[in-house]
């Protein structure tokens, strides 16, 4: 955990993140394994598994919750009875207890489960999300390839970028993703649970480094 401004940032592992500020927001929760505080806003990028885990959701999703999620998702959180599901598409932006959340695109342009199918097609519309929390943005890329729509994110203050190939960015295509998102704070994620390891978070380190790409970038020992 650690905190930029205030806002207090805890990786849970995987993809997952614990906001705080005031109110509690988490991102794609996966594999929880402890009490889990409820959130005031919750939002899933995509219908995979490792993001949509409603044995994960029902930990954090109470009758005060506002869950922001794609359509594809929006039945199954339905199900957990928050107190209100928006639902979003690239290039919305909500609000949600003060807190500005923007879908932004996310999907494969390099990553593929068979010639010419990605694992992220960008015709599904899977999201990532830039939250402005106490004025600080905090953009979760979500499950993405270096995309050219990254370079439209101006002003991002902290960037959670995955880094373990396969099914998302490599560690060196994080990296420059992080060149143009120029960030005060990169944050690897997405390795440990399904694909990847601490290797790969490392060698993002040390490639955004090489790079000048961010002022500052923090390894996260997970919090689950």
């Known amino acids: 955990m650690l905190m930029i401004e205030e806002v207090q940032i805890t990786w849970l592992g995987h993809d997952g993140f614990k906001l705080k500020k005031e109110k509690v927001v988490y991102i794609d929760p996966f594999q929880l394994t402890s009490a889990a505080e409820p959130g005031d806003l919750v939002c899933v990028t995509h219908e995979h598994s490792d993001h949509l885990s409603p044995d994960d959701l029902k930990k954090v999703v109470g009758r005060s919750t506002t869950v922001v999620t794609i359509a594809a998702c929006a039945e199954e959180v339905k199900l957990l009875r928050p107190k209100a599901v928006r639902v979003v598409k690239p290039g919305d932006t909500v609000e949600v207890d003060g807190i500005q959340v923007e879908a932004v695109p996310a999907y494969n342009t390099t990553k593929f489960r068979s010639p010419g199918n990605p694992f ?88 955004a480094f090489r790079k000048g790409a961010a002022w500052r970038v923090e390894v996260l020992t997970p919090e689950p």
């Open 120 to 207: 992220h097609p960008r015709a599904d519309g899977k999201v990532g999300f830039v939250l402005t929390i106490g004025g600080i943005r905090i953009y979760h890329a979500g499950d993405t390839d270096d995309i050219p729509e990254m370079a439209a994110l101006h002003g991002v203050d902290v960037a959670l970028l995955p880094v373990s190939g396969t099914y998302v960015m490599t560690a060196a295509e994080a990296a420059k993703a992080c060149g143009i998102l120029r960030p005060k704070l990169a944050i690897p994620m997405h390795y440990g649970a399904i694909v990847g390891s601490a290797a790969d978070a490392e060698a993002f380190r040390a490639e």
